[in-house]
């Protein structure tokens, strides 16, 4: 007789490692299988130098993140404030200027030089945008009558009725495209109730991008895969998924396992990639072909020192240039190389993704020397990580509902099916589209795994 | 060596059919897979009683949609008007009232009797509607500037803005779920830009529910297969398929086939289920992830006569009732019986999910009643089909896309993929979401495969 096992996880991104390490640290015996030849999914480091790592998934954590912050503790993973010595860039309609100060949504320090009526303009529309968010409970949207009204909005159309200038405007597309739970999205392609919601359960203004991690992220799932007696299935893809009263039957090209229960740990619509006997409700279903992965590729430029330093910048700059909205410096101090860490978001992906390898490099290459001088032109390593090309991934940052989506199919988040159980940052009720949000429904399905194993 | 195919079909819709007997006519050898246990899809017939067919899926074809109705012609299928003997029956805001007319977007006939001042401001906004959607090209929807401008809007915004009364409000919203192309969708679910552009491309105005088929449209799948030798594998669905610059690779659970091309014949989610190698360009995947079917179930009642012909009815409503929105008369003259096609359409369908298998049944049947008369509580037989619940197709009638999907996503809707070709309804450029659309994009991928072959 086929082995059977206590459970069988799906997906091998932080979510799928860590429960089962937690459920296998509770004694049970586990199984992973995972698509790609990595572990990890959107926790991707790589090794560009000697002492230097790049994260080309996630990398920041912030001071709220205690499931994240735990995890690297437990690990003894050491991190580093992320280095914002000197002026940010704000390039604007062209206009460059250098202040003390950031904004990403919220705005801290001082403000830039922008005409005073257009930024009262932004800063009037984000207290309005905040209280409204405020208010939203902090759990899964429910689908009550104000929630609806929420739904059924486009943020374009907030952002049409509550700002005045361009650069009001252009301050919350640049929010919708910048932030992790967000896709990212264009404004029109996501809900009003989808960004406010967000925006209360995994806020900027508790700095998730505060500080980061000595030699990356990127070395945390080998660590957890080190306690796992490699008990993981690389390049196995899981197909099919069948149960009945006794157990699950999961099926991959390579075979057919047994388990008593499934973590399904990945995005909605990778879940709904697997055929399910019997079939998922259908409100499930459905939210597979309703919660898009974002637009994005994450680009990754390392020189032989972090240079903007002594002109006195931080390595930090936004602005409406052609192809680069939002970098950030990630050097890691271990190295002593300067890392920049940057995007290309939404429509912007539309139009980089046509060009040829080489123009995709020099065209970011051109829009960063806009914002620190021509010693951007000549980086050590490029490194693009393309997400949306990506089929087991399927986009990045994450997932965001389109209009009309979570008050109709939202309730179907998380819900388990029978012996199926889901995991995966995507249906985090806090940090979603985060790290931390990976973890806290990783312990939360293995948690119920056991008790439903009791 | 095993055997190497000319072209293998994926799905054993309409579409794959159509593909695989054009290619098999042209003298090339096929292979069609089917997920399912049976032939159709979304065309689908059911034996009720002796000499008495019901159309689970698709049933109507109007005297424009060429490629249908030659098919039809081809096989001696006979058609006979759609019923609409008698009065049709509205029901709004709990008023009932029979009138000459109908109206699904397009008015004809007598108007019904809502207050002048409502029906007006349906039928000015209904003109300002059609003539918006007459001036876009009839070809897939370009990125251009006026047209990223009315996809970045949902249909709901536009409804919004151009009607002033509730009657006006609902008649587009009932438009918006009663339409082929349209999912159904509610009007803050889909794009502006989709909605105009489906009323130009497969419009109400040239009646593709004018004939109904002689026992049923699911009597043609069988008679394309006898055409095909028996070369279609049931029970298989594809889930994998790999492409060199030699051939193409197709993976099931029970085998790997070689082909010159391949034919993926079904809506792009379904076909953005199956894992490609090399993975699909990414706008092409995230298409898949951004085009959802509708929330959907059929119902077809049957009585041992059409009884509301005696009480001058036509056995066709529509209404604002709890559960149904929309019935229509589909009585087959051949069998003698009254038969009722209704639809349970998007909130609608969220609330009646929830019931019980015979709460569904009767609140069906009680809204009914309100139509047609007590008579209506008593069926023959009662036969649900939920397309949602069905992970092969997803959703009935067809996709539809949210905004701001066609002028980014679009672009890649049939874009050939080397070696894999693609068809199905929802990416016809005429007939999207229809019978005539489907056998379109078949006839162009059979051919564009016969091309590539020579
Ligand atoms: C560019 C980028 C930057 C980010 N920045 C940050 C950041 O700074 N801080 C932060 O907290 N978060 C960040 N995030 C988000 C963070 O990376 C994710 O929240 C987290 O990694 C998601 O983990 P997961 O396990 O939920 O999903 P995933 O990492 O997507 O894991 C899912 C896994 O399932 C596998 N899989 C899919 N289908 C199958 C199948 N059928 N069978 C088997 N395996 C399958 C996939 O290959 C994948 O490995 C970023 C993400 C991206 C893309
Ligand atoms: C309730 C309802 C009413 C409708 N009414 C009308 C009408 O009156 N008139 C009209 O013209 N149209 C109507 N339509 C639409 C019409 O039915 C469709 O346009 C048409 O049938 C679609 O054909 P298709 O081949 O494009 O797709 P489908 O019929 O969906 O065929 C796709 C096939 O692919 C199979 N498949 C999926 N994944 C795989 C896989 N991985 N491997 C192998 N096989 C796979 C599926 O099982 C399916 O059989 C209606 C549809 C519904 C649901």
Redesign the pocket.
Same mark, same amino acid.
């Given at each position: 007789m086929a082995h059977r096992y206590d459970c069988i996880i799906? @997906? $091998?991104? =932080?979510? /799928? =490692?860590?429960a089962a390490r937690n459920l296998q640290r509770a004694g049970k015996n586990v199984l992973v *299988? %995972? $698509? !790609?030849d990595?572990? @990890?999914?959107? #926790? =991707?480091g790589k090794h560009i130098a000697p002492n230097q790592y790049i994260?080309? /998934?996630? !990398? &920041?954590?912030?001071p709220t !993140?205690d499931r994240?912050l735990a995890l690297l503790d437990e690990y003894n993973i050491p991190r580093f404030p992320s280095p914002l010595q000197g002026k940010v860039v704000l390039i604007y309609n062209d206009k460059r200027q250098e202040f003390n100060g950031f904004f990403q949504g919220f705005a801290e320090g001082d403000r830039p030089n922008v005409p005073e009526e257009e930024w009262q303009d932004a800063m009037k529309a984000w207290k309005t945008f905040d209280e409204l968010s405020q208010s939203l409970s902090p759990q899964y949207p429910e689908a009550n009558e104000e929630n609806k009204k929420l739904d059924s909005q486009t943020f374009a159309q907030w952002i049409q009725e509550n700002t005045q200038t361009d650069f009001g405007r252009w301050y919350f597309a640049y929010m919708c495209r910048a932030v /992790?739970f967000l896709g990212p999205a264009e404004p029109d392609e996501v809900s009003l109730l989808h960004v406010l919601w967000g925006n209360k359960s995994a806020s900027q203004a508790e700095h998730? %991008?505060a500080e980061l991690i000595h030699d990356g992220?990127g070395q945390i799932p080998s660590k957890i895969v080190t306690e796992l007696n490699n008990e993981i299935h690389l390049n %196995?893809?899981?197909?099919k998924i069948t149960q009945d009263d006794h157990g699950v039957e999961v099926t991959?090209l390579k075979g057919i396992y047994q388990a008593n229960f499934v973590i399904?740990? #990945?995005?909605p619509y990778?879940?709904g990639?697997?055929t399910y006997h019997p079939p998922l409700p259908p409100i499930k279903q459905q939210l597979a072909q309703r919660f898009p992965m @974002?637009t994005?590729?994450?680009l990754l430029i390392s020189y032989e020192t972090p240079f903007w330093r002594s002109q006195g910048l931080a390595g930090v700059g936004m602005g409406n240039t052609e192809w680069i909205e939002l970098f950030a410096d990630s050097s890691d101090p271990r190295s002593g190389k300067g890392v920049l860490a940057t995007?290309v978001m939404g429509d912007r992906y539309h139009r980089w993704i046509k060009l040829t390898k080489s123009e995709q490099k020099s065209v970011v290459l051109s829009d960063l020397a806009k914002y620190l001088g021509q010693q951007a032109l000549s980086p050590t390593t490029f490194d693009i !990580?393309d &997400?949306p090309s990506?089929q &087991?991934?399927g986009?990045?940052?994450?997932a965001f509902m389109p209009p009309g989506v979570w008050t109709r199919f939202g309730q179907s988040i998380n819900k388990p099916f029978n012996r199926i159980y889901w $995991? /995966?940052? %995507?249906i985090?009720e806090r &940090?979603? @589209? *985060? *790290?931390?949000?990976?973890i806290r429904? $990783?312990e939360a399905a293995a948690e119920a795994v056991l008790k439903s194993a009791e």
């Open positions: 799906v @997906g $091998a991104g =932080l979510s /799928g =490692l860590i *299988f %995972e $698509a !790609q990595y572990v @990890g999914g959107r #926790m =991707l994260d080309l /998934g996630g !990398q &920041w954590v912030g !993140q994240f /992790g998730p %991008e992220a %196995e893809a899981v197909v991959t399904v740990a #990945m995005p990778l879940a990639k697997i @974002g994005l590729a994450k995007f !990580q &997400w990506n &087991w991934v986009g990045g940052y994450a $995991a /995966g940052t %995507e985090a &940090w979603a @589209g *985060f *790290f931390d949000g990976a429904t $990783a």
